[in-house]
């Protein structure tokens, strides 16, 4: 007997991070996903499929299909900070355990687009948290969203750094290197 939606909201917001912070808040489940407009799960099952034999972990996540441009996100199973120099894992495609919030913290409002790679970011590698990557179809995402768009990369690149000199300033020049690159040929 699958559960059903039981609380909706439709109001304005202060942007996507605001948007999730209220669903977080509102939330009762042990785990979050979100789904973005556009956005949709890659079948009915799926979330039943996850958690059959996937358990006690603080984030479960797995692949996605980026559409239009039918790109294939495949992701890593091992999380290492240097694949965070360039990429993320989507939240589109992954379980949070909603009590890693009360650890971490709400997504930084402050950011319009990196709020969810600085989470997971935080999460590996300064909160320790336990992770796996499934190797399952996950969901569908719209590539029309913001952080996608190239006009934002230098903007993306620029708070990437801000934040990793306030969390990790050991690790800056690396991180500053890659953006630097990945704006010049991206």
Same mark, same amino acid.
């Given at each position: $007997?699958?559960?059903?939606?039981? %609380?909706w909201?439709?109001?304005?917001? =202060?942007?996507? %991070?605001?948007?999730? /912070?209220?669903g977080?808040l509102?939330?009762?489940?042990?785990? @979050? &996903?979100f789904? /973005?407009?556009?956005d949709c799960l890659h079948n009915?099952? !799926?979330?039943?499929?996850?958690?059959?034999?996937h &358990? =006690?972990?603080?984030? @479960?996540?797995?692949?996605v299909?980026w559409?239009?441009?039918? %790109? /294939?996100?495949?992701?890593?199973?091992t @999380?290492?900070? =240097?694949?965070f120099?360039?990429?993320?894992i989507? $939240?589109?495609g992954?379980?949070?355990?909603?009590?890693l919030?009360?650890? !971490?913290? +709400?997504y930084?409002?402050?950011?319009?687009?990196?709020s969810d790679?600085?989470?997971?970011?935080l999460?590996?590698f300064?909160?320790?948290?336990?992770y796996k990557?499934?190797? +399952? +179809?996950?969901?569908?995402?719209?590539?029309?969203?913001?952080s +996608?768009?190239?006009?934002v990369?230098?903007?993306?690149?620029?708070?990437?750094?801000?934040?990793t000199?306030? $969390?990790?300033?050991?690790?800056k020049?690396d991180?500053?290197?890659?953006? &630097?690159i990945?704006?010049?040929t991206?």
């Amino acid at each position: $007997h699958a559960e059903r939606l039981v %609380y909706w909201v439709s109001e304005n917001d =202060d942007g996507i %991070y605001n948007a999730m /912070n209220k669903g977080i808040l509102k939330a009762n489940g042990e785990y @979050l &996903l979100f789904l /973005n407009s556009g956005d949709c799960l890659h079948n009915s099952f !799926i979330v039943a499929k996850v958690f059959e034999t996937h &358990l =006690d972990f603080d984030i @479960l996540y797995g692949d996605v299909i980026w559409v239009p441009a039918n %790109y /294939n996100g495949i992701y890593p199973d091992t @999380l290492t900070f =240097d694949y965070f120099r360039n990429n993320t894992i989507p $939240h589109q495609g992954a379980f949070v355990r909603k009590s890693l919030f009360n650890t !971490i913290g +709400l997504y930084d409002e402050t950011h319009k687009i990196i709020s969810d790679w600085i989470f997971f970011l935080l999460a590996v590698f300064k909160f320790n948290c336990t992770y796996k990557h499934i190797s +399952l +179809l996950i969901a569908i995402c719209d590539t029309e969203g913001i952080s +996608l768009k190239s006009d934002v990369w230098r903007e993306i690149a620029a708070a990437r750094e801000v934040e990793t000199q306030k $969390h990790f300033p050991a690790f800056k020049e690396d991180f500053a290197d890659a953006w &630097l690159i990945n704006v010049k040929t991206g």
